[in-house]
């Protein structure tokens, strides 16, 4: 059986090789001037986003072996693991006040599957289970928001005079914006989608591996990940449907643009 350390050794060649992928990545993205829709240059955000991740994980690694022996400490980390969902969900959709609407799509989606893993005794009321479990999903859920939210808002954005026409017609305001965003929206689902129809043929997911380099056979790594995979098609689809259901009724939006 192949041991994680095996596989991927913690020395000072892994810390060396992740460094030079970092810079090598914000290189090529300063390169092509990858830039997000306020002209700022994503250089600066991978590379951010990279050392974030770094803290971040050796912060999580050093905290994670007392948090779960206890059950206030492990629900604490599981809320705050959804409030920085919410956040960086709800800021990426839009700089208006309204961003704190992204915390009903995930969890929307989220609860009721958490919520029947533990009733049914599937996932136990323990950190070891709970936590990595919950947070597949909650970010599985925080994407999908994100992603069907500002494909959203940008749609209708684009598309303004066409609701303007809807609303001229007769439509309701609600209905007349989710004709435009609907489609798009929608789109969301598809790196989930893809995901799941293509385990196993293009990817092994990290759940699979994770199982296998624990020491679990094969069935036993397949059943989970096909878990984790329904689990999240689950959540994320609940999440766009709210998502644009809050668009449509102009609870998450965007402060409008003055042309001068």
Partial sequence: MLAAAALLPVNTTLGVFLAALLVATVAVAAAAHLTDGHERPYARAVALAGLRAAVQLAAVSALIGWVVHA????????LLMFAVAVRTAGRRITDDRTWWWAALPIAAGVLPVVAALLLTGLVPLKGVALIPVTGILIGGGMTATVLAGRRALDELRTRHGEVEAALALGLLDRDARLEIARPVAS?????GLDQTRTVGLVT?????VGMLLGGASPLLAGAVQLFVLVALMAVQVVAVAVTLELVA????????RHVP
Avoid at 71 to 78: D, I, N
Avoid at 187 to 191: G, M, S, T, Y
Wanted: proline share 15%; glycine share 12%.
């Fill in 71 to 78: 059950v206030p400490l492990l629900l604490g980390f599981v």
């Fill in 187 to 191: 789109d969301a689902l598809l790196p």
């Fill in 249 to 256: 009724r102009g609870l998450l939006r965007r402060v409008p």
């Fill in 204 to 208: 092994l997911p990290g759940a699979f």
